[in-house]
């Protein structure tokens, strides 16, 4: 008798990629759909939610194909930097503005890494503000205070 060969990592990964695109997928049902030529509010976010469970099915067919390691330790480290990141930003956005947002934001997710020097990640930060200012505000045009009223300016 053939013992089934599962990669227990990929699996769990793929069921997690399938689970959270069906879970998007029947958020943005409740909004209008329309066509690809006359897209409505949830076209895109529900095309998204089933590439979403199309990438998690692939994953999880190859998981059971291929035997795999054994899931490692978390990253403890990583978790406790890079999941707050985003939340700062978006509670500080407004009120900082986008330019010390989006550097905090960058100073913050630098050190998930224990590899990250101070200097380093200041540097990757400004780095990081100076392409986004670019990109965003002057290269797309997005309207947003880049210093916002906490600043006083």
């Known amino acids: 008798m053939n013992?089934?060969?599962?990669?227990?990592?990929?699996?769990?990964c793929g069921l997690a990629l399938m689970l959270?695109?069906?879970?998007f997928a029947y958020q943005s049902i409740e909004l209008e759909l329309g066509t690809a030529l006359r897209m409505g509010p949830g076209y895109f976010?529900?095309?998204?939610?089933?590439?979403l469970v199309l990438l998690g099915g692939v994953i999880v067919f190859q998981a059971i194909r291929v035997h795999g390691e054994p899931v490692g330790a978390l990253a403890w480290r990583g978790m406790a930097f890079?999941?707050?990141a985003p939340i700062f930003f978006g509670l500080t956005v407004?009120?900082?503005g986008?330019?010390?947002?989006?550097?905090?934001?960058?100073?913050?997710?630098?050190?998930?890494?224990?590899?990250?020097k101070p200097l380093m990640a200041v540097i990757l930060a400004a780095l990081?503000?100076?392409?986004?200012?670019?990109?965003?505000?002057?290269?797309?045009g997005l309207p947003f205070r880049r210093f916002g009223p906490w600043l006083g300016m």
């Not at 959270?20 to 879970?23: I, M, N, P, Q, V």
């Open 3 to 12: 013992s089934l060969n599962i990669d227990r990592t990929n699996l769990v």
């Open 20 to 23: 959270t695109g069906l879970f």
């Open 45 to 51: 976010p529900f095309i998204l939610a089933c590439v």
């Open 82 to 84: 890079i999941l707050p």
């Open 94 to 96: 407004r009120g900082l």
């Open 98 to 116: 986008f330019v010390p947002a989006i550097f905090f934001t960058a100073l913050i997710a630098a050190f998930a890494s224990h590899k990250m």
């Open 128 to 140: 990081l503000t100076v392409f986004s200012v670019l990109v965003f505000s002057y290269g797309l």
